[in-house]
């Protein structure tokens, strides 16, 4: 069964500490990894696609990287505005559908 | 201008009742979605239109019927209305059955049920 889990559940860094959620997945088949952010009483925003493993994206202080197992969203010297529930999801192969973990709630604090 | 809007934000209700939830996308999209995200922020997909035609029907209770007057509108009626209801209810769409992969999410519809 098709499968995704995020960890940590939860994630207080101070400003400008650097840290990586991680996302680990089960799938038959992946044609997409998605990163999205969500802010409360917000609907998820995308932030990336990676599609093949060693491929790496990065949008201002985020870096999503993509091996056959798991992806990495990194954070570097991360501000308050940072915080946010990050998602990940895969699209597999053989349906229409993402399928989402659960999220890492990260918090940033001055 | 709002890409997927969705109405209403908020609905209280009691047990038993019946409610709609409107959708609507400007984004010229073919597909449109209703995931359901529970308490702990777990997303799951529940149902999926292509161009109108019911492409994705997840194991969902009867009592929730999806309706696409034209691929521009996903609206979502739920009957008889439980406790277990209770989330928040998001409408998204994304290019012809997801073919770049990015989903546009509308604000999401907060059902609380008493």
């Known amino acids: 069964e098709d499968q995704v889990t995020q960890s940590p559940e939860a994630l207080r860094l101070q400003e400008g500490e650097s840290s990586s959620l991680n996302c680990s997945y089960t799938?038959?088949?992946?044609?997409?990894l998605f990163w999205y952010r969500q802010d409360p009483g917000k609907g998820p925003e995308f932030l990336f696609t990676?599609?093949?493993a060693g491929e790496e994206k990065e949008k201002e202080r985020l870096k999503a990287t993509l091996t056959k197992k798991e992806s990495f969203l990194h954070i570097t010297a991360p501000k308050p505005e940072d915080s946010a529930t990050y998602l990940c999801?895969?699209?597999?192969?053989?349906?229409?559908?993402?399928?989402f973990g659960t999220g890492t709630r990260l918090q940033v604090f001055p | 201008d709002t890409a997927v809007s969705q109405t209403p934000k908020y609905l209280v209700t009691q047990m038993g009742n019946d409610k709609s939830i409107k959708c609507e996308q400007n984004l010229g999209h073919d597909t449109m979605y209703w995931y359901k995200q529970d308490s702990k922020k777990f997303l799951k997909i529940m149902f999926s239109?292509?161009?109108?035609?019911?492409?994705i029907n997840e194991t969902v209770p009867n009592r929730f019927s999806p309706k696409s007057p034209d691929k521009a509108h996903l609206n979502l009626h739920i009957n008889s209305l439980e406790l277990g209801d209770s989330a928040v209810y998001f409408c998204?769409?994304?290019?012809?059955?997801?073919?770049?992969?990015?989903?546009?999410f509308g604000e999401g519809s907060r059902l609380t049920v008493l």
């Open positions: 998204a769409s994304s290019t012809r059955r997801l073919n770049t992969g990015e989903l546009f």
């Open positions: 239109y292509n161009n109108k035609e019911l492409i």
């Open positions: 990676l599609y093949s």
């Open positions: 799938v038959s088949g992946l044609r997409g």
């Open positions: 999801a895969v699209h597999p192969y053989n349906t229409d559908k993402l399928i």
